[in-house]
């Protein structure tokens, strides 16, 4: 190495530079498919999180490289020029987020002809125009909000209304809640009258659609239209039979309060860091006795859980805020101590009670993670197999592909002329005027 003259070293840094990017979309290639197919979907709360997991990237990294493979799906011509060296992956990272199957080409050119400061300059001034154009857009939604309650002809009310996307996200998720509550009365009714009947017709979706909205007006009618602080909005009481509580494969009725029921490994998990309220029934189901509401957890335990765990101890995870875990559940005599204890986030969590991972504590403290099928799933992954000389690897591969890349693959057309940022957005941003 030491013999290169300096330009010969300088041709060797571009030359592999344009492999490395080649590479990259080739990379890229894979995390896009890996992510189309929810492969990271086991116990990952996202593409990003088992990209840092698996290959060690930081966070920050990891969720960049799954947004770029996302983009470069819809974007043809940035994803070859990447995989032919021509573009670096810094310029392919700077325009993925702006460009758009329409602007794609312009932008192209401009990232051939331009250094990657010209590059970020202009994507800077071109998000600044959409920043623009989207506050006018979100300006506009806004005054468009409509709701029109009118009556036809034969008394019936007619609802036509233009709603802000949230808004009607809150709508269509109180609808699918009524639906819901309105579908468990059904079902409770049905099982109440004879066998022997013939039930009622199921009603079309608009017609549950419909019998929703009415629950919804009485519901808010009936609660003086209070929606009530976040924490009384979320608060689940379960009404569990204990021996349903021990033993989930025990028969036993797990309630909400509202009537639907969950599973039984749902209010395990549920129970599992809760305040209890215990209630004794009686043969008939009347209350006989309750005590007084107690924390699973006492404060000290778990402030000291939170001080050793510092967040999620699910692989890959890290997530600062989560529940205390009981390795063996309170419910079958799983004692509420440090050892037995173990703070997962609320998606982790759920992925222990309900979707089949397994922990446990090793005798010498570390925790194991066991994936449904039983296989281990490490806190660090194996390393993979690297060949001794990748470098040439990659370069017989790509020449393998008819992909001569050299020196000069990435270096920009630009001649050293002054950018005149304002100018390249004005010609080819659609919205700049
Ligand atoms: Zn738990
Ligand atoms: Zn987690």
């Given at each position: 190495m030491q013999d290169l003259s300096l330009d010969r070293l300088g041709d060797e840094i571009a030359e592999l530079s344009a492999h490395l990017a080649a590479g990259t979309a080739h990379l890229l290639d894979l995390i896009r498919e890996f992510d189309a197919r929810d492969?990271?979907?086991?116990?990952?709360?996202s593409c990003a999180g088992w990209l840092s997991w698996r290959v060690g990237l930081d966070p920050g990294a990891a969720r960049e490289k799954v947004r770029v493979a996302r983009a470069l799906g819809t974007l043809p011509l940035l994803a070859q020029a990447l995989a032919r060296g021509e573009l670096s992956y810094s310029k392919v990272r700077a325009l993925t987020r702006v460009a758009t199957p329409e602007t794609e080409d312009q932008l192209l050119t401009f990232g051939r002809t331009g250094t990657a400061a010209h590059v970020e300059r202009l994507v800077r001034g071109w998000r600044r125009v959409d920043r623009i154009a989207e506050a006018r857009e979100t300006a506009r939604k806004h005054k468009s909000r409509a709701l029109h309650v009118y009556q036809d002809e034969d008394g019936m009310v007619i609802l036509r209304g233009r709603l802000e996307p949230e808004v009607g996200a809150l709508l269509v998720q109180a609808l699918a809640a009524a639906r819901e509550t309105l579908y468990q009365q059904r079902r409770a009714a049905e099982a109440a009258s004879c066998p022997g009947d013939v039930s009622e017709e199921t009603p079309s979706m608009a017609q549950q659609q419909a019998d929703a909205l009415a629950l919804l007006a009485e519901t808010a009618l009936h609660h003086g239209v209070d929606p009530g602080a976040p924490g009384a909005r979320y608060q689940v009481v379960v009404h569990v039979d204990a021996p349903a509580l021990a033993?989930?494969?025990?028969?036993?009725q797990s309630v909400l309060e509202d009537g639907a029921h969950v599973s039984a490994e749902t209010s395990r998990r549920l129970a599992c860091d809760a305040s209890r309220v215990v209630m004794r029934h009686d043969r008939d189901g009347r209350v006989v006795e309750v005590d007084a509401r107690t924390r699973t957890i006492p404060p000290a335990i778990r402030r000291a859980l939170h001080h050793r765990?510092?967040?999620?101890?699910?692989?890959?995870?890290?997530?600062?805020f989560g529940q205390g875990h009981h390795i063996r559940h309170w419910a079958n005599g799983?004692?509420?101590?440090l050892s037995n204890l173990a703070l997962l986030c609320r998606r982790h969590h759920r992925a222990v009670h309900e979707d089949g991972y397994q922990l446990d504590r090793q005798p010498d403290g570390a925790l194991r993670f066991h994936r449904p099928d039983g296989r281990l799933l490490p806190d660090v992954p194996p390393p993979p197999e690297v060949p001794d000389d990748p470098v040439n690897v990659l370069r017989a591969r790509h020449e393998a592909e008819g992909l001569h890349l050299h020196a000069?693959?990435?270096?920009?057309?630009?001649?050293?002329e002054r950018l005149d940022v304002g100018w390249a957005i004005d010609v080819m941003h659609p919205l700049a005027r």
């Open positions: 492969g990271w979907n086991g116990g990952f709360r033993d989930p494969d025990q028969p036993g765990d510092h967040g999620c101890r699910f692989p890959g995870c890290g997530v600062r799983g004692p509420t101590t000069r693959t990435t270096t920009p057309s630009w001649l050293g």
